[in-house]
């Protein structure tokens, strides 16, 4: 199970931390990835870190603003989110793919979800 948390109310330019906390699975053997979902759009990814938290991937819309960082003995990854956009809100959520498959930005190749957390940035 993953449990993301953190989500809040923002203003344009400010910062927030999202966490994704594992359970119930071997959390050093997945990928992990955010994604996020907007009201009536498609969800859309975000970005994606490896096992070991060596590699990163980001979207075109997130490089420059968003960091992923993973603690391994706690089970938990993280999405930094800086100079946050008023087109950023969004619910964000957190997903899990085993290290043995590829590397993947489509969400249907993620096994494990989070609930999501609520991300609303205020002009």
């Known amino acids: 199970q993953l449990q993301a948390s953190g989500g809040g109310l923002v203003l344009a330019g400010g910062s927030l931390r999202l966490s994704c906390a594992a359970s119930?699975?071997?959390?050093?053997?997945?990928?992990m990835a955010w994604f996020r979902q907007a009201l009536g759009k498609e969800r859309e990814f975000v970005g994606r870190i490896n096992w070991s938290g060596g590699s990163t991937d980001y979207a075109d819309s997130a490089k420059g603003r968003f960091t992923i960082s993973r603690d391994n003995a706690k089970n938990t990854v993280y999405l930094q989110m800086d100079s946050l956009k008023p087109e950023d809100t969004a619910a964000y959520l957190c997903?899990?793919?085993?290290?043995?498959?590829?590397?993947?930005?489509?969400?249907?190749?993620?096994?494990?979800w989070g609930q999501g957390t609520l991300v609303t940035v205020s002009s």
């Open positions: 119930g699975l071997t959390f050093s053997s997945y990928r």
């Open positions: 997903a899990a793919r085993h290290m043995y498959w590829s590397l993947s930005s489509d969400p249907y190749d993620y096994t494990y």
